[in-house]
């Protein structure tokens, strides 16, 4: 169960750090100097905005329901610091996973190359910071609510039986 | 426990709400020429200082007051009456602050001297956009909650609650009248 649970809460605060960088890239870089280029900017940033909204109306549903069918606790008053503790660990994991390999990647993209290196490591870093910290806090009153929701669905059907 | 927990959520979401309102006035006074630079801003520094203080303290107090007060009797039977009053106290909440907040900044002294009419005019602009908020239940609020209830539920653990107390207590009284 907490390896379920590990898995789920380090691959969603993963792909919401990365699309945080790739996003912050777009920003950064924007608008390229040539007019070709212009119309596939303008594409791309459509594209991510695109995806951000579907991950934010999406993302929240999922993360609960992988969690409330998935990752059933046994014991919920046994196990419940090592719910939270998996839940803050994974999420901060997952968010410096998302944030390094984001930064990774979009540094070795084209546009990239004409700012500083450190200077865009340095945008990009300092204002996520503050998210990196405040976010697990979210994923854990979620991640807790679904797995308390399963443990009583998990109770109800025993008593059921 | 479930009177304690909806009084509770309705006043901070109140709270949130007498805030969106009182922050509307600051760009609608900014327009205006009428309002001398140094009051706004100083009046400005005031609320953003009270703002932060709120916002910082606002979980540690919320997730605090639930977990001490508002202990369930039982989890597993009242979950579904818990997440219902979380989400109805919100809508409440939002209901109250913002005809709180309304009434309170159409009498500001700001609003009173450029006129209440365009302020109106300008909350109602401003709200259309917001609209999402309004709509939206608090689930940041009812996931922070919940979790607060579950945790002080699993606090108090296998002791007996005040409901069994009482039935231990009449079923005793029984069996020494017998």
């Not at chain 1, 839940?87 to 944030?99: E, F, H, K, R």
């Not at chain 2, 801003?41 to 203080?53: E, M, P, S, Y």
């Not at chain 2, 107090?61 to 979380?86: S, V």
């Not at chain 2, 009434?103 to 302020?119: A, H, K, M, N, P």
Request: hydrophobic letters at 50%; glycine letters at 6%; aromatic letters at 16%.
């Amino acid at each position: 169960m907490y390896k379920r649970l590990a898995i789920i809460v380090l691959a969603f605060s993963f792909v919401g750090f990365f699309i945080h960088v790739y996003s912050a890239y777009l920003m950064l870089v924007f608008p390229p100097s040539v007019e070709t280029e212009l119309e596939a900017w303008k594409r791309k940033e459509r594209m991510l905005s695109t995806i951000q909204s579907v991950y934010s109306h999406v993302g929240l549903v999922l993360f609960l329901s992988l969690i409330y069918y998935l990752c059933t606790p046994n014991d919920l008053f046994k196990e419940y610091k090592r719910i939270i503790f998996v839940i803050l660990v994974s999420d901060l994991a997952g968010g410096m996973l998302g944030l390094t390999l984001g930064i990774l990647i979009t540094k070795s993209l084209r546009h990239a190359e004409l700012i500083k290196q450190a200077d865009y490591i340095r945008a990009i870093i300092i204002p996520t910071l503050f998210n990196w910290m405040i976010r697990p806090l979210g994923s854990l009153f979620e991640g807790f609510t679904a797995c308390t929701l399963s443990y009583i669905r998990r109770r109800e059907d025993q008593e059921w039986k | 426990m479930i009177r304690r927990l909806i009084i509770i959520v309705l006043i901070f979401i109140a709270i949130d709400f007498l805030f969106i309102f009182y922050h509307l006035i600051f760009p609608f006074a900014f327009n205006r020429s009428e309002i001398k630079e140094w009051d706004w801003i100083d009046r400005f520094g005031r609320f953003a200082v009270l703002q932060l203080t709120y916002y910082v303290s606002r979980p540690f107090l919320l997730f605090g007051l639930t977990y001490f007060l508002c202990t369930p009797e039982n989890l597993f039977k009242d979950y579904k009456k818990i997440i219902i009053a979380i989400i109805a106290a919100g809508y409440l909440g939002k209901l109250v602050g913002s005809a709180l907040g309304l009434i309170l900044t159409s009498f500001d002294s700001w609003v009173q001297t450029i006129g209440r009419e365009e302020y109106l005019e300008f909350v109602r602009e401003e709200l259309g956009s917001r609209l999402k908020v309004f709509l939206s239940p608090s689930l940041a609020t009812l996931f922070m909650t919940f979790t607060a209830l579950s945790l002080s539920y699993i606090r108090r653990g296998s002791r007996p609650s005040r409901q069994d107390i009482g039935k231990v207590e009449v079923s005793t009284r029984r069996c020494i009248n017998v």
